[in-house]
């Protein structure tokens, strides 16, 4: 089991050792599709859902229960974020559907479900892609627990954002959607962009363009979700809601 700050720390650095983590001053040069890291991170995360699943039907406490869903999010924050950047500069297209990074288009929808299938939940991504972005939230996250801003200004809704727990969020806007991952050192918006440069990008609430100018933004934490953990962990389909 993992526990506490200093087994963080242990398993960031380990995943950086081996080669699964990258942070962001690795990131300063041009942005390339990487299929072949994407498959290892993959198969990396399919081995810890597995025994995490296998943990999860041993555990007979509350107490255990808990500890093994919280060391399933902490794997998700840690590799969920470099599949994401696995896509980067995969070229964006409004009916494009690529299976992995760099092998054709992607479209803002399908690069999220993708994302989230390969990741280990059991989705129909294609049915998930074309839902509007409330419902891609809300097949995974209960209303009550999505924050909706209309006609927010972005700082108030970036200063909001900020002040969230770490984790992997779920942003749907006006016309489009994508993940936001909220780390100490701030939050980073991950989206197949249809704007310049038209492609998969990472970008920072200063150069977020597209997630400034929707008026509307509906945001909810996916790895924040208890019930999103216990489906990820007992391999359970998702119900695509629409």
Known sequence: MLSGLGATCWWIWKFEKIGLIEFSVLHEKQPSPDRERY????????????????????????????????DAR?????????????WLGTPYDFNGTAEKPGEGKIACGYFVSTVIRDAGFRVNRYRLAQQPSE????????????????????????DKVEGLPNGIYLVGLDTHVGFIVKRSDGM????????????????NR???????????????????????????LAGEKV???K
């Open 206 to 232: 200063r150069n977020a363009g597209v997630l400034q100018r929707s008026n509307w933004r509906m945001t909810g934490s996916l790895t924040g979700e208890p019930s999103v953990i216990r489906t990820w």
């Open 135 to 158: 419902n891609i939230l809300r097949t995974f996250i209960p209303r009550k627990d999505c924050i909706l801003e209309v006609g927010t200004k972005f700082s108030a809704y970036a």
């Open 239 to 241: 119900i695509v809601r």
């Open 39 to 70: 498959e290892v991170l993959l198969a990396e995360l399919q081995r810890w859902r597995k025994d995490l699943g296998d943990d999860y039907k041993q555990a007979k406490t509350k107490d255990q229960k808990a500890a093994v869903e919280n």
């Open 74 to 86: 902490l794997i998700l924050e840690l590799i969920m974020p470099e599949m994401m950047r696995c």
């Open 188 to 203: 980073k918006f991950f989206h197949s962009s249809g704007s310049r440069p038209w492609a998969v990008v990472e970008e």
